[in-house]
């Protein structure tokens, strides 16, 4: 998915991406660190975890986590 540097639109794809990530760190602020060195911001909100894709910051989505 990322390994060929292409972005995809498709959520359920960057969901994948952001667990599996998740999965490697040990806190919450390195997994919004390493996110933002791929492009995407993570806000914790009251309904989980907003996914907004940089620089525009353009709100993809909500990860229940």
């Known amino acids: 998915m990322f390994a060929d540097n292409t972005l995809t639109e498709n959520f359920d794809e960057i969901t994948a991406f952001l667990l599996s990530e998740r999965s490697k760190v040990l806190s919450e602020a390195e997994w919004k660190f390493r996110m ?30």
């Open 36 to 65: 933002r060195g791929y492009g995407y911001n993570l806000r914790r909100t009251d309904g989980g975890v907003e996914i907004a894709r940089l620089p525009q910051n353009r709100v993809l989505g909500t990860l229940a986590v």
